[in-house]
């Protein structure tokens, strides 16, 4: 504490103030000066928004999505879903396939849909140290994972992952290749409303310990300036949009 | 309407036909043109070199000189943002002056800017003779456009100008490495940036390279010569004095 | 990291003298810095997040103590342990310390600027512990003992060649030509590191008061590995990183990322609350926040320098600047360079020593103009040069030099008076006679030999302008 003591005071002397800010009155352009407590009408009323606007916004979200650098499949069913992943794993020709627990993946069949076809389905939940381990070290070999989202966001092309229970923050980060599965009731059109619901669950008391926001490869273009895909996180990426 | 033409050090020691061509453009379009002979320098050579002692003198000069005119009228955004952005700025600590230099910074005006923004003009009398066609490329000076937010008001001229084509450069608000004490202090920097302006110029295949600021052209014409281009470089004054003459 | 900001005026000149170098830059134009061009069309109301976030920095950084209090109170709710260092040996020796007691050996690095301002890996070094950059560029000028070139870009200066070479040295197996073969070779070695290390060491981009939130904006996804493998993970953070609301994030991200790089979003954007909660799979069982000043309390103090602490570290103005496209980043001596860098190094190291930084600009003002929280650069370095012409509070006494000072005072008098101008136009005259040839100086003599190396310079008028209007012009009244 004696470290912050000082350091606080040596901010107030530059500030030329020696009192701490008797009350702290931010402006109206930090949101900070919305009232916490209007945070859940503002996220519904996002929310109400997104799932009215939910055609235009899975359209515009295919398009940002697929400028941002993922293949982008749009599917109408579960087993459409489930077959699309399948032959993506094809394509990379994946022994194994890492999976979060999202009660979507469950629900679409995925695990027999791969291992029809000879594909090992590896699902990534939290369990002792040792478990741990090993399933980090599945990550690390398997070809490709397969997640579901949080939320989508149709102003950039990104998906929002949240780490808890069921959702490891590997499956999306050590294979090379991504698949992210979206539903149409995750979309919300930016930025600000993904921030709104954020914030909403800071004071319902579930932040949780981490978010991802993705968009498109792990790209660089560290050498002379020239895109280069793939560089710690998966260079493959597809969304899959569930109609 | 009257006007008060500060011609700046530079056009006043070099460019003196700069200077001439201000006064007949200005009094073509109806102005009342004055020049109080008691005017010097801004000061922004001292200014901008951080010897703000120094540049205090001529800027007190200046408002003396210039306090009762109806408006005043710089051939030089450089010059005019002086005047307009930074007296305040040097006189942050003296109420008086700051005031004065407000009072004055409101009319103060760079030329294309009086001509289109005070007197409301974008179409330019016919000239007597048959026009002479030029193919034109403008530089926007740095200050012009990024202290005075002029940007439009000299392109609306030359495009309105009998006989002058506008030939569009790339980079045209890249600075041309001019920058007063920056060109003294770092001449082989300066010429850097020199180069790549005059091959932006090239590009375009102008007959001449036009601008609001003499200092620009001092920098791009000694370039030009140095590499042997026949472009001209011309202030936007004598273009438009050309056109209308 | 010892600075070199007296140097500027050789190494300026030795990346005028190189090709390598000049192509590299040329391509800033065209490439980041149009496609901030770009973004910054397709956002919808630009003008507005842009005044909106400086208005929001004002106001921060007017109440750091107190959204540093805020911040900090919400890590530790989180979990999260918050440091608050005066200095980067102060930051260095704490990471040192829990490095020790952990028993570290290895350590993985997220893309600092913080970092290499504190010099962290060479301290990480003598004790024993190895640090490993694994932002691919940060890898490069690690690897060359060098400092970043550029703020988004580290390893901007080097040539496919010269990378080529250097991961050859350092991983042997076969030389690579392509950045895709580069890249991947850079991957693989740098993979296994994330296994070993015990330690992560991020930056900042933005910390979130309201919620005690860590923002990291990366692309390549090294600052995930550095978040999630290894058990301990350490966020540096310059004191002005602070930012109200978690809902001001959007608009800082877009910002942020649009001027940066003119992505509508980095690949990543991650945001850290404390350590992995219990039934989290995988994550961080320690977390710590080392928050650092290092100088900053200097600008701080400055009114006229304040607003260097609204910086988002986007690297907008180094892009969009014509000198730094010339000069590179090694020429600014230290690990910050362009516009931003010749505020920021003087001021976190020494205005006198670095005296040259605040003139190593033609004041274009082409950095304000793109930069996202428009920060006034062009006034700053007036302002410091001001300070060192005439002695203020941060260069003690005056620094010109004595010709610098004469040459003022020579032109002060010959500006003067209009009597005194008219005898300083018969002097030059005089002086320019043998020069003079179709009423141009071609090769004038030193010091001013440097200035005709580029460009001719125009003989002073014969009749200047006030002698043409008292003989001419007043009469003639209107002749149009
Ligand atoms: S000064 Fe502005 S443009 Fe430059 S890096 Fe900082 S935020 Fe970006």
Redesign the interface.
Known sequence: MADRQAFMASIRRALGRDAPGASVQPPSETALSLDPADLDARARAAANDASERSDELMDALARSAASAGWKVARVSTLEEAAGYIRSAALDVEAKTVVRSAHELLDSMGIDAALANVGIRAETMTAGDESGREALRETAFHAEMGVTGADYAIAETGSVALLARAEVSRLVALLPPAHVAVVERAIVLPSLDELFTLRRGAFYDGNLGSYMNIITGPSRSADIEQTLVTGVHGPGEVHMVLLE | MKASLF?T?V??????EV??SA??VL??LGVEVD?Q?????CGQ??????????AK??AKRFLDTFESSESIVIPSGSCAAMVRV?YE?LFHDEPDLAAKARNVAAKTFELTEFIVDALGITRL?ESSGPPRRTRVTYHEG??L???LGVMTQPRALLEAAPGVELAPMR?A???C????????????????????KLRHVAETGADAVTACDSTCL??I???M??SGMTTRAVHVAQLLDEA?G | MKPKTGDF?RA??SA?ADADV?RNM?GL?DGFHMARERAAEATPNWEDLRDRARAVKAHTIEYLDHYLGMAAENVERAGGKVFFAKDADEASRYILDLAAARGVKTVIKSKSMLSEEMGLNARLEEAGVEPVETDLGEYLIQLRGETPYHIVAPALHLSKEQVADLLQEEIGGPRYERAEDLTAAAREQLRGKFFEADMGITGANFLVAETGTLVLVTNEGNGRMCTSMPKVHVAIMGMEKVVPSMEDMGMFLRLLIRSATGQRLSSYVTLVNGVRRDDDVDGPEEFHLVVVDNGRSKMLADPALREALYCLRCGACLNAC??YR??GGHSYGWVYSGPIGAVVSPMLTSLPDAKDL?????????C??VCPVRIDIP?ML?H???????GGPHSGSPR?SLA?RLT??A??LA????WM?RLA?RL?RLAQRPLVKDG?L?KLPPP?S????????????S????????SE??KS????
């Not at chain 2, 056009?11 to 003196?16: A, H, K, N």
């Not at chain 2, 002979?37 to 320098?41: L, P, V």
């Not at chain 3, 605040?358 to 082409?366: E, F, I, M, N």
Request: hydrophobic residues 35%; positive net charge; glycine residues 8%.
């Open positions: 011609v050090c056009v006043d020691q070099f460019y003196p200077g001439e006064v007949r009094r073509r020049f002979e008691e005017q010097t320098c050579p001292a200014f901008n070199s951080g010897f703000r002692s120094d003198p001529l930074f700025e009398p740095c200050h456009r990024r202290e980079q608000d890249v600075c490495g001019f920058g007063g004490a920056f060109a003294v202090k770092y001449p082989d920097i300066s010429g850097g940036m020199l180069a790549d001092m920098q014409a000694g370039g010569e140095k209308m | 005026n300026a000149a005028l000049q040329r134009y014509p000198v010339k000069v605040p003139y190593a600009s033609s004041l274009c003002g082409a304000r103009e006034r007036l410091m040069r001001s300070d060192l012409a005439e010109a610098e003022m005072k032109w002060r500006v003067a008076r209009p101008l136009n030059a141009r071609r001013l440097a200035w005709t190396r580029h460009r001719t310079f125009p003989a002073v008028a009749r200047p302008f006030r002698d043409r209007w008292r012009l007043r009244r209107r002749d149009g």
